[in-house]
């Protein structure tokens, strides 16, 4: 993970509101895709980004993708931007 991928993935609002969903637990894309007024396939292509950045990830549950915040990534870019203010 590139910490340019993470920014650049983040600068999107869509993107943003697909991760504070996910800070309430898993959904799957299906769940994702009734809260937005896109196509469903702008939602998978940001899914994929999101997933590039190593900010989420997923698994196959039957027919379903299920996918869920990968917090530590969050994490790792907060300590970056403390440590930016010392």
């Known amino acids: 993970m590139a910490l340019q991928d ?12 697909i991760l504070n969903m996910l800070k309430n637990g898993q ?5 994702i895709c009734e809260q937005f007024d896109v196509s469903t396939a702008a939602i998978s292509r940001h899914l994929s980004v999101l997933k590039n950045a ?4 997923d698994r196959r549950e039957g027919k379903f993708i299920i996918y869920e915040l990968n917090a530590s990534v969050l994490e790792e870019i907060m300590m ?3 440590d930016l203010k010392d």
């Not at 920014?7 to 609002?13: C, R, V």
């Not at 959904?27 to 769940?31: D, I, T, Y």
């Not at 190593?54 to 990830?57: E, F, H, K, Q, S």
């Open 6 to 17: 993470t920014l650049q993935a983040l600068a999107d609002p869509t993107r943003r509101k």
């Open 27 to 31: 959904l799957n894309a299906g769940e």
């Open 54 to 57: 190593d900010l989420i990830r």
């Open 80 to 82: 970056w931007i403390s």
